[in-house]
């Protein structure tokens, strides 16, 4: 597996591949990979002749510096497990190299990016926008592999695309989970034994608040969830929201889409953690 540093390295080796003919997948991660990440390259290899994974803790993206300080970083470990994986290449450059200038560019996204994560992390979806745009630029890849955990931001990425007329398809994919339930996430980590113990709490909730779907109108079915969380005193919840997939706006009924998800975020410790789960 090749590792480069550099946008030219990089750049260079992906142009070699597509002047053979040859389709290429990329699955940019901020790292401290595990087996949700291994999914997204497993996925990319059967769909692509070469797999690329970026390597990049996305600075502008984090409204919260203490968050930024702490998001765990295993390089070594992140290179031996995308080389077991069988990929390809890895782009691992600095902060420097992304952003040699100070970055001013400002996207607009409407209504998606204010609700759930945007309300709660302001300027969050501008950096990641401005992230994945220059990865999506630097690699200029066939396919792109998003995992499903991170709802919100796929549909972001999704509109940005379309909206660019950028000329690569966004694959997504679904969210991987422990034994227990609880959503694979680099965060995972930074529980104790205690929380780490409570955290699948988080997807049992949503399945039990799924199943009274038959009895309950959307916005009964969110005050339940609330409740249920309300029970888990280790848990702080920043929201419980039911919403169209499509464009992420609140369902007064059930019938007014082809699919709805439910979604929360909610602090346990010192870890944010965020799920969601389709509902139909």
């Known amino acids: 597996m090749n ?8 750049q ?39 797999v690329v994974c970026s390597v990049f803790v996305n600075p502008i993206q984090f409204n919260n510096p203490t968050d930024l300080e ?22 691992m450059p600095s902060v420097e190299e992304m952003y040699p200038n100070k970055v001013e560019d400002h996207y607009d996204f409407g209504d998606i990016e204010h609700v759930m994560e945007g309300a709660c992390r302001p300027g969050h979806f501008n950096g990641v926008a401005i992230v994945v745009r220059k990865l999506f630029e630097i690699v200029n890849p066939d396919r792109a592999y998003f995992g499903e955990k991170d709802f919100q931001q796929l549909a972001i990425i999704k ?8 000329n690569l398809e966004i694959v997504p994919c679904p969210i991987v989970r422990e034994n227990d339930g609880l959503a694979m996430s680099s965060r995972n980590v930074r529980l104790n034994e205690t929380e780490r113990a409570i955290a699948p709490k ?56 082809d699919h709805a998800r439910i979604f929360v975020a909610l602090q346990l410790g010192p870890v944010r953690l965020i799920d969601n789960v389709r509902i139909f």
């Open 3 to 10: 590792v480069y540093n550099f946008i030219v390295d990089i």
């Open 159 to 166: 509109k940005m695309v379309r909206d660019l007329n950028m």
């Open 70 to 91: 702490k998001y765990p970083r295993t390089p070594e470990k992140d290179i031996t497990k995308l080389e077991q994986a069988g990929c390809d290449a890895v782009f």
């Open 202 to 257: 988080i997807f049992a909730t949503l399945n039990d608040a799924i199943s009274k779907k038959a009895s309950m109108t959307p916005a009964e079915m969110k005050e339940y969830t609330l409740a249920k969380y309300a029970e888990i005193k280790e848990f702080e919840v920043e929201y419980v929201e039911i919403t169209d997939e499509t464009n992420l706006k609140s369902l007064e009924n059930w019938n007014e889409c």
């Open 12 to 50: 260079r080796f992906v142009k070699e591949k597509h002047n053979s003919g040859l389709k290429v997948g990329f699955v940019p991660t901020m790292g401290a990979l595990h087996e949700g990440h291994i999914s997204l390259i497993n996925r990319a290899k059967k769909e692509n002749d070469i």
